[in-house]
């Protein structure tokens, strides 16, 4: 049995991340695809908390557990830089931000309807597309460096154009491993293997996959024993449910949640997709659509609350799946099939990752030469000049705003 890695929380300060995060909470447009490239490029590259090959390990485990993979990640290297606080002050720091422009969105719609708001979101569309194309070189420099990697990365990417659905993004990632067993013999060098410094071992991640699993059976009972259906315990129930069987990140989530909360007469189908509408527009994670779809539940004297109570539900199970997996995953990769299964998963993330650059992040975004000049600019921004996110984001709104008002 390998033990978890001597570890001091002096090695991250809990500031220090929950300040990192709060400033990609702010900036980070464009879903979860592109946060993976926003976690790169200020983790890997900016900060050097990670290098490449834990990253990907990182990126591995969340990629292949249901639940939200972006917050997943944040959570993880929260964890890892800072322990327990570190993960929790990631968290709030990436989802806060939101989560509260979401509860306040109700009152910012009619803003949003007209030519400029539609103008505004339209800019926020191009943003991703630099984004993601810049995350999609990095990676494949450095996660596909040979050419069974890149052979990997290419089909999975023809086969999610061509099949596109979470069923076959999963299978994908699942035939990657079993390819990556056989055909990443000796391609896997020792440098490519480094250790992840998980702040406590096996038998705490035991009880955290326990615990998981309790709540999933538990929290139905209870909810059931709720003496009002507007409750804090029926909400806790579906959120947590939602959140633990969702596979293939945000947008598949909503038929869960439009299940439990539409169908229920919680919120109407108006009221949730128009939620859905701005949760495209906001920066941080997707599932923060939770925190807006609370506030509509519950009555406005206690609406902060509920909302309080959807997101952590939403998020919990996640959390404590990847939490509990982190100390297996560090001794499963020191077996040199498993660390070709990963290699072979992250290729594949690189495949699914260029799929995603086309469908839907430039086909929703780009629709004219003078989007496709501005998302070019923007990306020259972050390649070349490596300027700050929100200089990227000003850039694409305003490139989008302006021949509105002119």
């Known amino acids: ?49 990670l290098n490449d090959s834990q990253f990907g390990h990182l990126l591995a485990i969340c990629q292949f557990l249901p639940g939200p993979a972006s917050s997943q990640l944040g959570f993880s290297i929260g964890l890892l830089r800072a322990g327990w606080l570190g993960g929790l002050a990631a968290f709030l720091a990436f989802t ?29 569309k191009i943003v991703a597309c630099a984004v993601v194309a ?45 390819v990556g067993v056989f055909l990443l013999r000796g391609n896997i060098t020792s440098n490519e293997k480094s250790d992840l410094p998980v702040p406590f071992g096996m038998r705490t991640g035991g009880i955290l996959i326990a615990l998981f699993l309790g709540l999933l059976v538990v929290l139905p009972m209870l909810a059931t024993l709720a003496t009002s259906e507007s409750g804090l315990l029926p909400v806790a129930e579906a959120f947590y449910r939602a959140g633990a069987l969702v596979f293939g990140g945000g947008h598949v989530v909503l038929p869960l949640l439009q299940n439990s909360v539409v169908s229920s007469g919680w919120v109407s189908s108006n009221d ?14 997707m599932f923060t659509f939770s925190a807006y779809l609370g506030s509509v539940i519950s009555p ?40 070709n299964a990963i290699a072979g998963i992250n290729a594949a993330v690189v495949g699914l990752l260029g799929a995603a650059l ?49």
């Open 358 to 406: 086309y469908d839907p992040i430039f086909t929703t975004g780009i629709s004219s030469p003078i989007d496709l000049a501005i998302a070019l600019v923007a990306f020259g921004l972050l390649v070349v000049w490596r300027v700050s996110p929100l200089v990227i984001v000003l850039w694409c709104v305003a490139g989008s705003v302006l021949p509105i008002l002119v």
């Open 96 to 124: 806060l931000p939101s989560a509260i422009l979401l509860v306040g969105f109700a009152a910012a719609l009619p803003l949003l309807s007209g030519p400029v708001g539609q103008a505004t979101v339209h800019g926020l």
């Open 1 to 49: 049995m390998i033990k978890s890695q001597k570890y001091s929380v002096s090695q991250g300060r809990i500031l220090e991340v929950f300040l990192a995060f709060l400033k990609l909470g702010c900036t980070s447009f464009g879903g979860p695809i592109a946060h993976l490239g926003y976690f790169r490029a200020e983790f890997v590259e900016r900060r050097h908390w």
């Open 134 to 178: 810049d995350a999609l070189l990095g990676m494949s420099k450095k996660l596909c460096p040979d050419t069974p990697r890149q052979t990997i990365a290419i089909l999975s990417a023809a086969a999610l154009l061509i099949f596109n659905s979470a069923m076959v993004q999963l299978a994908l990632v699942a035939l990657a491993a079993i």
């Open 300 to 339: 406005a004297s206690n609406s902060w609350l509920t909302a309080a109570t959807a997101l952590c539900f939403m998020f919990l199970p996640g959390f404590l799946l990847v939490a509990g997996v982190l100390p297996f995953w560090q001794a499963l990769f020191h077996n040199a099939a498993a660390g």
């Open 272 to 285: 949730f997709l128009a939620g859905y509408g701005a949760s495209q527009a906001i920066p941080g994670p």
